[in-house]
């Protein structure tokens, strides 16, 4: 993965992006996947607690981002059945990356040949009618981030489940912060192994 120039480039990015609130749960931009420890049922686990320092909880990072994670993915874990311990079974990381793309767009634009008046008169338009259209091709440049929850087996030393959403960064967005987190790992606790209770 290529990430950004600079931490702190990358670090100011994503708490924009947050504070803009790309991802809402409806958000058809965000794609979510997950990795299981085919030998692990996380059934197995009872307790659970968080790194000391999250990947998101560095210098760069704002202290509202990691603490907002925290709440939400303990909202989700006990949900599930799990208990946070001073001697978890499982810890969880949150970290960010983020990269720069680029997107190519190129499509039949009539206007560029021949006009709208072309050779036959009034109305006609160049292209399927036999009179050559043309192209357009337009070239942007955007950054798509990640967000990646991590669970840790503590005795083993060795991760059992990470779930990831991709999302492109942009600056349309409304919601709040709290919000668009909590909407992130809603998201992706859609597949974790173990699900959440239908609510009564």
């Not at 504070?19 to 659970?48: E, F, I, W």
């Not at 009539?110 to 009618?129: A, N």
């Not at 999302?167 to 597949?191: A, C, G, H, P």
Request: net charge negative.
């Amino acid at each position: 993965m290529k990430f950004v120039t600079t931490q702190s480039k990358l670090a100011i990015g994503i708490l924009a992006f947050f504070t803009g609130a790309l991802l809402t749960a409806c958000a058809p931009s965000v794609k979510v996947r997950s990795d299981t420890d085919p030998g692990v049922d996380m059934r197995q686990y009872q307790t659970y607690d968080f790194f000391s320092q999250m990947g998101v909880e560095g210098d760069n990072y704002s202290n509202l981002l990691g603490q907002h994670f925290r709440d939400s993915i303990s909202e989700q874990m006990e949900l599930r059945g799990y208990r946070k311990s001073d001697a978890p079974q499982l810890q969880v990381n949150v970290s960010i990356g983020a990269e720069e793309k680029i997107k190519v767009n190129t499509y039949q634009d009539p206007y560029l040949y021949g006009g709208y008046y072309g050779m036959h008169g009034y109305g006609y338009r160049g292209g399927p009618w036999g009179y050559p259209g043309s192209t357009r091709t337009t070239v942007s440049q955007y950054t798509e981030a990640n967000v990646y929850i991590d669970m840790v087996d503590t005795s083993e030393h060795k991760m059992v489940w990470q779930g990831v959403a991709t999302f492109r960064v942009t600056d349309k967005m409304q919601e709040k912060l709290r919000e668009s987190i909590y909407n992130t790992v809603n998201s992706v606790f859609t597949q974790f192994p173990v699900s959440a209770p239908a609510p009564q």
